[in-house]
Structures are given as C-alpha cells and as structure tokens.
C-alpha cells in the first residue's frame, strides 16, 4: 500500500507498551477535537473524540487528554498492538462554523513486534 | 452499512490533462466532502457541502478545480488542466449532522492521483 506520509515525526514503541502521542492546535474557538488513524492506502478512521468542556475522555485501549490553557491534545494507546501501527492525525472542530474539521499534521507509530 | 466509496482508487496522467474523481456517501449523509491529502500532511478541505449546496468552497482552486453534487447525494471533482502539484490523495468524507455534531466525518479510501 503506499505511504502516507514520508516525513512525518515518528514514535517507535515496543509491543505491550503505552504511546503517547501529542498534538498542538491554533483556534480557541474549537470545541471539539477528534484524533483519527489512518493506515497506509485508506483513509483516516476516526478513534476518539472530546468536547472543549472536557479533559479527559477514556475509549477503549485510547485516552484523550485536552489542555485548553497551553492549546494541547494527546492520544494515550494503552497496551500497544502491532494493529495500532499507523499515522495519527488530530483535528479541530470549530461546529458554530460547521463540521470543518483541520488537520493537524500527523504522528507515525511505529510498534515493535 | 457501506462506507464512502470512492473512485478511481488510482489516477496517473499527464499535466494539463484533465481528471475527474468520483463520491458515494453513506446514506443519508447530508454533509460532503472533499479533502486533498499531500505526502506527509494532514488532509486539508477543498469544500463542503450540505445537501446539493456548496457551502464552503474557500479553499478549492477554482481555476482548475470545480466539484458538484447534483441532487444531494454523489458528488464529482473534477481538475482541468492538472498541473503536476496536484499530486496527492483526494479524500471525499460525509457526516449526517451540518454543525452542532462532534465532527466525526467517515472517509473514503481516497483517489490518489499522480500527474507526470
């Protein structure tokens, strides 16, 4: 399948392992934030989402801890699986504008049989 | 439940020819979209639209690039001439909910167009 990226910041982490991954994000007025995955030659799947009146939001395996003060978004995969090896994408969604999601620009986990 | 189907799933052609890539969005889904994903970014919007409305067109080069949604439902985006920057991934997504939803869009496959 191809690439979906071949510059994009990499996290290297062993099977069994907890990743973490960050994003930073621009517009205050955003209340909603998405994380998806997108594995090579599809498009990206949502995982997780979280409100602006949250903090935190727990999935399965997935937690997404939002920071409203310094901007900042993170995607904790606990008990990593070589299935979670993929990109990860942020996004922000400003819904008084409607559903404009913008992307930030992606994270590359890489696991480690 | 089928998802987003797009097609063709990969387009090679030369500069200033002209390219037309196809979307079928979930049913019922009023929301559509058109993403172009290059190597290495995050996918960034061409234009949405709600029903047969474009409603956000902002960002689409509207020198070459033109879309339509006739009906409300399939949606084509078209590029004549393509010029070899136009090399990427053209994602189409729908939601059911225009604004006030979370934002989760379900995406296609993507057609990834390669121009020589």
């Known amino acids: 399948g191809e690439s979906v990226g071949l510059h994009l910041p990499t996290l290297s982490v062993q099977e069994g392992d907890n990743s973490i991954i960050n994003c930073a994000y621009s517009?205050?007025?955003?209340?909603?934030f998405i994380w998806y995955k997108q594995e090579s030659g599809k498009g990206p799947q949502f995982i997780i989402d979280?409100?602006?009146?949250?903090d935190k939001r727990q999935g399965q395996r997935v937690t997404v801890l939002l920071n409203k003060t310094v901007k900042h978004l993170s995607l904790q995969i606990a008990a990593t699986q070589p299935g979670d090896s993929a990109v990860y994408f942020c996004?922000?969604?400003?819904?008084?504008?409607?559903?404009?999601?913008?992307f930030g620009g992606g994270t590359r986990v890489l696991v480690k049989p | 439940e089928a998802g987003v189907v797009q097609s063709p799933r990969y387009k090679i052609i030369e500069k200033k020819q002209p390219v037309a890539f196809w979307c079928n969005p979930i049913?019922?889904?009023?929301?559509l979209y058109w993403y172009r994903q290059n190597l290495g970014q995050g996918p960034e919007l061409l234009i949405r639209?709600?029903?047969?409305?474009?409603?956000?067109d902002s960002q689409l080069p509207k020198d070459r690039f033109s879309a339509e949604r006739l009906k409300g439902v399939d949606s084509t985006l078209k590029i004549q001439p393509a010029e070899l920057g136009d090399s990427a991934v053209y994602l189409c997504?729908?939601?059911?909910?225009?604004?006030?939803?979370?934002?989760?869009?379900?995406f296609g496959e993507g057609s990834r167009l390669t121009v020589l």
């Open positions: 997504a729908s939601s059911p909910a225009a604004g006030g939803g979370t934002g989760e869009l379900f």
């Open positions: 517009n205050s007025a955003s209340d909603y």
């Open positions: 979280i409100r602006s009146n949250m």
């Open positions: 996004a922000e969604n400003e819904t008084a504008a409607g559903n404009k999601l913008t």
């Open positions: 049913s019922g889904h009023n929301t």
């Open positions: 639209y709600e029903n047969e409305e474009a409603v956000d």
